[in-house]
Every structure is written in structure tokens, then in C-alpha cells.
């Protein structure tokens, strides 16, 4: 095999953008699963991580540079003659006049649908021969039913990285590669030979990347404070707003509401201090999104995940019947739903004392919180009187006795026209219309009651105790 002494050419690196995506990527440490070898010849495809040649006829092949994974001596593809095997040589070498012409083909296709400034990149080797023994690279943008040539490479002893960005590329729902080896009658080791692919993608122009920080759900009728982070890309002009737009509660974006701004023409990570308006009704499927004004683009996607309004419970509180200032505490039971906390004057442990409240008109207050920390309150007032409604005797003597009762009692003093008998509500549930020597009150509960006498001069309100 005569071999031909080439120049080292020098080692280039790619630069890879912020944002960028890695769509498909093989270093060959686990082997070839994901090409198709195909072709004639005996110069064939293999991965191994041998270099060693057979000197002075096979050279070695070149360490690899610190920038390939794995470095200097990591697992490659290449081509090989097998009929070197027999000596257990199986570097990057192979037989001139044997005319072969070797695939390496990716297995499955990548989609690129959606994507931009998409880069293959690879780090390769290929002495060879110029016009005889080469190395080859084609993409297809049909599943590899029709190839197109990409580079042809002969001459490069050194590993070098290559990289190409192509507009066809992008947007392609069956993007493949692969690489091809053909040989004649001439060249020299080391022959094609590659490493570190990769399929990348860069971030595309617009907005994306949404997320919702502070995003646990809230109750409708308050304000909720988040902060919309996003990544902005490509070129905004001058006085450009990005806007935060949150959508109705089933996710639709037909009337957004602006829920906050950001006038930048910065591109990367930015953020919005966004307020979600407590006019939001109640639901459990709104999203937000990022639009910009100049220039007018809709983020790629909402945040992705839905936010939780949850409803108010419906606090109600009935009316109060009115009360003597000489009633007996009485339970509060008017409030719903049903567990809730009553608060005002003279109430204790939801009760309401009219004695130690005095006579007046009384707020209460009824409030409740449901299960997802939502509440409300409703407030009524309790009307608490004296009872006795009439002006009182002011210039005669009039008793009632014995206080406590059994089951009668005395009025004393003169010119009685009326004895009336109160129970704590107001009600009369005795009455005697003239004076007897005694009342009969057997038929009484135990109990405070108020008596009402009324004489020619008036009347006067007692308060007593039936045992």
C-alpha cells in the first residue's frame, strides 16, 4: 500500500448558542444501534477504539484532542479493511484497488418540525486520496429516500470538527444523515473516520419558555401576585412591551385580560410582576401567555399547567327575632353554611346575652371559611327592648309577691285594673282584667316572666321567678 504524506490541518470549534436544543447526538460508546451499515467492498464501517497500526505499512491513528468526549482514545467509527483483522489491526485503515464504497446510515430520522438554526456537527478524519479515496456527507430530507451532498473530504491526518447550519435543516419532519467512504487506486491512511455527532437546534425567534411562579390556587374576590418568567428571542425594536394575558377560565384566549407589562428590547431570560384582578370570576382552567408589541408575536405556548380561581361560599345570615333585655342568653343558629363563627357585643361562645348587651339595636356578624381557605361574612342586627312599652307608675305603690313564685302570686295597692303575665319573647300567656286577691300561675313553666300592672295612674313591669 503506498502511502502519501499530507499537510496537519488545523482543528476549528463551533460555537453553540444560548437556548440551544440537542435533537440527536452519538459518541459510539455504546455502539452502533443507531446506523445502518451498508455497501461493497472489503474496506467496511466498524466502531472500536483502536489506533494502533502496523508499522512501517498501517499508521497509526491519530489521538483524539481534548474536545472530543472521551479523548484520546474513545470509541469511533471508521473504516477498516477486515482483511487486516487476520493481524488483529482494525484502526482507521484501508486497501487500495479495492474499490469499495461503504454507508453509514442513521437509523431513524429526526424532526426538526418547529425548529431553527439547526446544526449537524461531527469531529472526522479522511487522508485518502482527492478525486479517488473519500470520505463523504449527505442529508435527506425525506426519510433518505433522496440524498444531497453535504462535504467531501480527503487530506485532513488531524481530527477536525466540522459543523453545518443550513436552512434546510429546519422544519423537517424526516431530517437524516449519513456518511459515505469510496476508494480507488490511490491514497493513504488514516481513512474516514468520525466521532462526537450531534443534531442541534437553536432557539427559535419569538417567546417561550413560560413559567408561573406563586401559581397555588386562590379565591375569587382577591388579588394574586405572580411573576411570569419567559425567554425572549430574536430582535424586538425600540419601545417593545411584552404583555402577560391571562385567559377566561376555560383556557381561551378570545378576550384576555393584561394582567402586566415589561418594555424591553432585551432578548434571553425576562420576567413580568404580573396581578390577576380580584373581578376574575371562579374556575379551574386559566392559563397565561406572553405577546410583545413590536414585534406583534403570541408565545409559543401558555404556561402549561392550569391555574385554580376557587369560589367564595355563599355566607348567609337570617334575621333576628327581637328580644327582651331580661332574656336568658339564647343560642345563635341563623348562620349558613353551617359552621361558622358569630362575633359582636355580649357574644360569647356563640351566644348572645340581651342583659349584658342592654337595650339597643346590636350587629352581629356570621363568618365562615370553607375547605380551600375561602370565606365570607354576613352581618344582621338583633333588636333587644325593654318590654315594657308604657310609661311606668310614677306616684303609686304597687308591689308583686312572693318572687320567686309557686304557684300563685300577690299584687298589692290600689285602683288595679289589669295584670298581665310576660314570658321573656314578649308574649302574654296570662291576663287577668280586674284585681283578685291572688294570681294563679300553676299552669307556668319554671322560668323568668315579666308582670304588667296597670292602675288608673299608669302601669309598672316586674320581673319574677316561677319555680
Not at 433 to 446: F, G, T
Request: aromatic share 10%; net charge negative; charged share 10%.
Amino acid at each position: 500500500m503506498k502511502k502519501l504524506l499530507l499537510s496537519v490541518a488545523a482543528i476549528a470549534f463551533s460555537c453553540f448558542t444560548f437556548g440551544q436544543q440537542v435533537l440527536f447526538q452519538d459518541d459510539f460508546e455504546n455502539g452502533g444501534a443507531n446506523w445502518t451499515f451498508t455497501g461493497s467492498g472489503t474496506n467496511t464501517w466498524i466502531i472500536n477504539n483502536s489506533y494502533t497500526g502496523l508499522f512501517p505499512l498501517i499508521a497509526n491513528t491519530p489521538n483524539q484532542p481534548s474536545g472530543i468526549s472521551g479523548s484520546p482514545n474513545s470509541n469511533y467509527m471508521h473504516i477498516h479493511n477486515v482483511m487486516m483483522e487476520i493481524a488483529n489491526i482494525s484502526n482507521a485503515n484501508y486497501q487500495t484497488g479495492d474499490y469499495s464504497n461503504q454507508d453509514a446510515t442513521m437509523v431513524n430520522s429526526v424532526s426538526t418540525v418547529g425548529k431553527t438554526n439547526v446544526t449537524f456537527s461531527y469531529w472526522y478524519l479522511a487522508v485518502g486520496a482527492a478525486g479517488d479515496s473519500e470520505g463523504k456527507v449527505y442529508y435527506s430530507i425525506d426519510n433518505g429516500a433522496t440524498w444531497v451532498l453535504l462535504a467531501t473530504y480527503s487530506g485532513v491526518s488531524t481530527w477536525t470538527q466540522a459543523t453545518h447550519t443550513l436552512a434546510a435543516f429546519d422544519n423537517q419532519a424526516t431530517l437524516k444523515f449519513k456518511f459515505n467512504w469510496t476508494d480507488g487506486d490511490a491514497g493513504n491512511d488514516p481513512a474516514f473516520s468520525v466521532d462526537d455527532v450531534k443534531l442541534t437546534a437553536g432557539q427559535a425567534d419569538g417567546i417561550s419558555n413560560l413559567v408561573i411562579s406563586n401559581s397555588d390556587a386562590w379565591c375569587q374576590g382577591t388579588t394574586k401576585n405572580v411573576t411570569v418568567s419567559f425567554n425572549a428571542a430574536g430582535t424586538f425594536g425600540a419601545g417593545n412591551v411584552f404583555t402577560a394575558e391571562i385567559s377566561d377560565a376555560s383556557g381561551s384566549f378570545a378576550n384576555p385580560t393584561s394582567i402586566g407589562t415589561l418594555t424591553s428590547s432585551s432578548t434571553g431570560a425576562l420576567s413580568i410582576a404580573a396581578t390577576v384582578p380580584s373581578s376574575m370570576n371562579a374556575g379551574n382552567g386559566y392559563r397565561i401567555r406572553v405577546v410583545s408589541s413590536n414585534p406583534s408575536t403570541i408565545s409559543d405556548s401558555d404556561n402549561g399547567v392550569n391555574l385554580v380561581i376557587n369560589p367564595q361560599p355563599n355566607v348567609v345570615l337570617a334575621n333576628f327575632d327581637e328580644l327582651c333585655v331580661y332574656h336568658n342568653p339564647v343560642t345563635l343558629n341563623q348562620g349558613s353554611p353551617v359552621g361558622g363563627i358569630y362575633s359582636g357585643p355580649s357574644v360569647i361562645g356563640g351566644q348572645f346575652n340581651p342583659t349584658t348587651a342592654g337595650v339597643g339595636s346590636w350587629a352581629i356578624t356570621y363568618s365562615y371559611t370553607d375547605g380551600n381557605g375561602c370565606g365570607g361574612q354576613a352581618t344582621k342586627n338583633i333588636m333587644v327592648s325593654s318590654c315594657a312599652g308604657i310609661e311606668e307608675i310614677t306616684n303609686t305603690t304597687v308591689a308583686v309577691y312572693p318572687n320567686p313564685a309557686s304557684d300563685k302570686f300577690y299584687v298589692s295597692g290600689n285602683d288595679i285594673k289589669k295584670v298581665v303575665v310576660i314570658d321573656l319573647l314578649g308574649n302574654e300567656v296570662v291576663s287577668y282584667n280586674k284585681q283578685l286577691a291572688s294570681y294563679d300561675i300553676q299552669r307556668l313553666n319554671s322560668g323568668a316572666y315579666f308582670v304588667k300592672v296597670t292602675t288608673e295612674n299608669g302601669t309598672k313591669t316586674f320581673k319574677i321567678q316561677v319555680k
